[in-house]
């Protein structure tokens, strides 16, 4: 009993607010984390970092494209993110004769830099908090289904209201947005403003951007140099256009200058970024909902699917080119997965959410508020009686949604059949015409349907043993009616018989369209009772998500109140936060150190010219044998490359500049170590590192490496 209550005081006083974690809010930064951030070693005044009222260093922070940040590094908008960020972008402007992937790419001239339609930049020019004013509406609009408080479309509308839709006219590229903090505790306005004409001027070659790609995707020691350039363009009067050639660089309000002075273990780091979502509010009913539904069904059905599309790409060299994209989208988020699990076993988030909630409960029957411990009982209940649909839908999201890739195919076939039974030939040929470009989103160069066959197999196989037979798709019967219950012949027969199971199938189909066609076609049938499956479960899990979001709301509301003025920061939600801790490294396990710096050392010793993951490029090593670092060399000559910090960040964080004691850029963040994932939850300070690409790595890359040296003429560099 004894032994029992030390170690959870132990466990208590590990979790009891570190310096480290957290990711702040930066119009509460002053009161709550400032002095303690100079105690660590901090030269700034919060103003320098966020202004309502002037210009600081927020405003060279960008939100980049859906879910990336990245930063302004000069005063002629040239931006800075992370290769994996821009990735896609790369990917577009590549073909075989340029390679931009493989061989990297660098607009010599302005002329020569790249347009990416689609792509944005949004800077946050005003952060409000309102929660007073959306308080006030939920009072007096009505609410159906009591979401209100949480819905987007409501709250961004209550935002519209309050500027006004005449503010909005008259600021192009403005937008307004209001966010919910604390499960709908507190709420923030933010003022945005986004830039469409945003340029490719450089990326490294994926061996460099790339380096180490799966096997080292969540690891530290870490040696990828995972970085692109862009430049935000603007009309002539610096407003945000659409692509125009007569649109101009952005003359940005603030740019990051850039420090040559590098980091040395125990330096004070600090990164403004867009986390995008963590669960540090979980009880300790949803952590174990996490580990033994969320997480485990996706290591699980991860596992199968990747060993099957493996063994394709170690066959077949096109294949692995194919698949390459999607095998790494697949394993990032299971790796996470795995570390997530690790961590919640072996740093007992279970009992750190337990004795939170149990201080709370103690506090609240000493405060007389019953109604805490009162939502913590139901929040218990919720997530007991979710168990079976949230394993189901878990189920058909990983197995079947995510795992197949044949359910995007079309089904709206009663409009399809329509046209195509249509006598007007130019409506069938227009139908006809959808069909294929339908067709085309899945069936790009990246298809394989032998590997989806194979794949589509052992997903089907292994949803139907785990899914009692009442729970799955009515459809599904026809593999025990007409197939003995063999899934293989079952996924044979789609394959054979679909007109989207080949090529050929679907030529035949070309030649004589027929709506009857369509309508017993096996792809088509199998994807609308999928599809019909995920809304019924997602029905019958929204009837949960009401009342979760209302008492996970009381919940916060009384550790809110529990811990009054002790610093305490909101969940992650995608808006600009800061965190701030030091640069460290970590001992994984016994006996063992990470330190926390990477060199180009590293690289050559991971080298592995048969290995596409841990290929060194020619002119790579020509530097590294020559020694040709110049003035982005360590103090004992050897090149850095990464280096690692206590910082709380997570997805969304990617391309986050890290800034130093003054302020300056000394890296890019990029990934976190697998042992620190967990932090999603509850933040781990002897595990919990980023993972962040050395400036002066990115520098000597640029300079060095690309020749592109004339960037370096319109940054601030501080030797
Ligand atoms: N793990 C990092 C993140 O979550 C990097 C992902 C990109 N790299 C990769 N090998 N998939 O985004
Ligand atoms: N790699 C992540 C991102 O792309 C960052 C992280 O999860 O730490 O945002």
């Known amino acids: 009993m004894k032994k029992a209550l030390l170690i959870l005081i132990s466990i208590l006083l590990t979790y009891i607010v570190k310096a480290d974690e957290g990711m702040w809010l930066l119009p509460l930064l002053k009161q709550q984390k400032l002095a303690e951030m100079q ?12 202004s309502p009222d002037s210009s600081a260093l927020k405003d060279a922070v960008v939100i980049f494209g859906g879910g990336c940040t990245g930063e302004i590094v000069s005063s002629e908008g040239l931006l800075l993110t992370n ?6 972008q790369i990917q577009m402007h590549s073909s075989v004769e340029n390679d931009y992937l493989t061989n990297g790419f660098w607009a010599m001239t302005r002329e020569q830099e790249l347009p990416n339609p689609g792509l944005t930049v949004t800077f946050i020019d005003k952060i409000e908090e309102v929660t007073d004013y959306v308080k006030q509406a939920l009072g007096k609009d009505d609410d159906p289904d009591g979401m209100n408080f949480l819905s987007s479309s409501y709250l961004n509308g209550l935002a519209k209201k309050r500027v006004g839709e005449s503010f909005l006219q008259n600021n192009p590229g403005v937008s307004v947005e209001i966010k919910a903090f604390y499960g709908g505790n507190v709420y923030y306005m933010f003022t945005k403003k986004t830039y469409s004409d945003v340029r490719l001027v450089g990326a490294p070659p994926s061996s460099i951007g790339k380096f180490g790609a799966d096997t080292d995707n969540w690891i530290w020691p870490r040696h990828t140099g995972d ?20 649109n101009v660089p952005l003359r940005p309000k603030r740019w990051l200058k850039i420090s040559l002075k ?12 867009f986390p995008g979502r963590t669960n ?3 009880t300790s009913w949803e952590v174990a909902e996490r580990r033994d539904i969320d997480n485990s069904v996706r290591i699980h059905i991860r596992e199968l699917r990747q060993k099957a599309m493996l063994e394709e790409m170690l066959k077949d060299p096109a294949v692995r080119i194919q698949y390459s994209s999607k095998y790494a989208g697949s394993t990032n988020a299971y790796k996470n997965a795995i570390g997530s699990n690790w961590a919640i076993d072996k740093q007992h988030l279970e009992e750190v959410k337990k004795a939170e909630q149990d201080r709370l409960i103690a506090w609240s029957k000493q405060q007389n508020h019953p109604e805490y411990e009162s939502a913590l009982l139901t929040l218990e209940q919720l997530v007991y009686e979710r168990k079976e649909l949230r394993f189901r839908s878990w189920m058909l999201d990983e197995a079947i949604l995510r795992g197949i890739e044949f359910v995007k195919v079309p089904t709206d076939i009663t409009r399809l059949c329509d046209a195509l039974c249509s006598t007007d030939k130019s409506d069938k040929d227009h139908q006809m015409h959808l069909l294929e470009l339908a067709c085309l989103r899945f069936w790009d160069k990246n298809y394989s349907p032998q590997v989806d066959r194979k794949i589509a197999k052992v997903m089907l196989a292994e949803y139907r043993r785990q899914i009692p037979a009442v729970s799955q798709p009515a459809y599904f019967s026809v593999i025990d009616k ?5 899934v293989d012949r079952f996924i044979d027969y789609v394959f054979d018989t679909s007109i989207f199971g080949s090529e050929k199938n679907f030529q035949k189909f070309k030649a004589s369209p027929s709506a009857k066609k369509l309508k017993k076609d096996p792809m088509i049938l199998f994807t609308e009772a999928v599809h019909k499956e995920k809304a019924l479960l997602a029905g019958e899990l929204a009837d949960f998500d009401a009342g979760y979001a209302i008492e996970h709301h009381t919940y916060v509301e009384g550790l809110l109140r529990m811990y009054k003025d002790k610093a305490n920061f909101p969940d992650a939600n995608s808006s600009l936060r800061l965190t701030y801790g030091q640069v460290k490294g970590y001992s994984p396990k016994d006996a063992v150190y990470y330190e926390c710096q990477t060199t180009l050392d590293g690289v050559m010793e991971k080298e592995d010219p048969n290995n596409w993951e841990f290929v060194v490029p020619a002119r790579l090593k020509e530097l590294y044998e020559t020694k040709e670092f110049g003035r982005y060399a360590l103090p004992d000559g050897r090149m850095p490359v990464a280096f690692c910090a206590t910082t709380h960040t997570t997805g969304g964080n990617s391309g986050s500049p890290v800034l130093n004691a003054e302020g300056e850029l000394i890296g890019i963040n990029f990934d976190r170590n697998w042992e620190g994932v967990g932090g999603d939850i509850q933040y781990l300070p002897d595990y919990q590192r980023s993972i962040i690409v050395d400036i002066r790595y990115v520098l000597f890359l640029i300079d060095k490496y690309a020749g592109a040296d004339y960037l370096l003429n319109e940054m601030e560099i501080m030797e």
């Open 262 to 273: 590098g980091v040395r273990e125990n330096d004070f780091a600090m990164i403004m970024g």
């Open 227 to 246: 970085f692109s350039v862009f430049r935000v363009y603007a009309d002539v009067n610096g407003h945000p256009a659409d692509y125009s050639e007569s």
């Open 83 to 88: 290769h994996h960020c821009g990735y896609s």
């Open 39 to 50: 105690a660590l070693g901090l030269k700034l005044q919060d103003y320098d970092i966020y």
């Open 280 to 282: 540090k509010y979980y």
């Open 482 to 486: 007409r197939f003995k219950g063999s």
